[in-house]
């Protein structure tokens, strides 16, 4: 299984501000994913973000509001930028798990970002 | 396009019942669905994947069906406890690595 934390747990922000997210994983893992989850609705998935190439991005979704950085086979960050109360949503980093014996389909997932955007 | 549609959005059960969430896709070409439980402040838990090729899985009290023809899954909770009070999400795969979320079963157990 692959144990997955995030910084920080929560955070309340101004409005026009920007935060980054830190996901962190125990384990070496090929592809991350952001995903995002709107009050009162399910998750959303933002981008997916592989090791050494650009983060490719869901429709609704740019670069330029939701830059990702992926430096290594263990760690993402997502910055949500310029933020309005629209942006206010709990972010959850997941990943893909490879086994030893190759991809495992189980998705595990961290324990979320609460963003609140005044 | 794939939507995923969960019934109930919400169910509060005595302690003891057995119980049925439904889960339907409007795509049947999926590559797997996987069952989620979601606890405030403590992310997604995934509790059952069931492969396209495959019926069903169990796993203790929980037993996951897949009914791809018709766009249905659901999850079946044997003899609920209050502990099993959460949010459980269905999640549909496309082979891709992506999975659409459907809108989730807020559940409460009575003691």
């Known amino acids: 299984s692959a144990v997955i934390s995030q910084k920080p747990s929560r955070d309340i922000c101004q409005r026009g501000t920007s935060l980054t997210i830190q996901c962190q994983v125990d384990?070496?893992?090929?592809?991350m994913f952001w995903y995002r989850q709107q009050p009162g609705q399910s998750l959303t998935l933002i981008a997916t973000?592989?090791?050494?190439?650009?983060?490719?991005?869901e429709s609704g979704f740019v670069i330029d509001k939701f830059p990702i950085s992926r430096p290594n086979l263990t760690f993402s960050t997502l910055t949500v930028s310029n933020m309005s109360p629209e942006d206010s949503s709990i972010y959850l980093c997941?990943?893909?798990?490879?086994?030893?014996?190759?991809?495992?389909?189980?998705?595990?997932f961290g324990p979320g970002t609460r963003l609140t955007v005044l | 396009k794939q939507e995923v549609t969960q019934i109930p959005a919400a169910l509060s059960v005595p302690e003891g019942e057995n119980l049925v969430l439904n889960c339907s896709f409007t795509?049947?070409?999926?590559?797997?669905l996987q069952w989620f439980r979601q606890d405030p402040g403590k992310g997604l838990t995934s509790l059952l994947l069931?492969?396209?090729?495959?019926r069903e899985q169990t796993s203790g009290r929980l037993n996951a069906s897949l009914d791809k023809s018709s766009g249905r899954s659901t999850l079946y909770i044997a003899a609920s406890q209050p502990g099993d009070s959460a949010t459980y999400l269905c999640?549909?795969?496309?082979?891709?690595?992506?999975?659409?979320f459907g809108t989730g079963t807020r559940l409460k157990v009575l003691a």
């Open positions: 997941s990943v893909d798990y490879f086994s030893g014996q190759g991809r495992t389909d189980t998705q595990y």
């Open positions: 384990s070496q893992v090929t592809m």
């Open positions: 973000a592989n090791q050494g190439s650009e983060a490719t991005y």
């Open positions: 795509d049947s070409a999926i590559y797997n």
């Open positions: 069931i492969q396209s090729s495959q």
């Open positions: 999640a549909v795969g496309s082979g891709t690595y992506k999975y659409i």
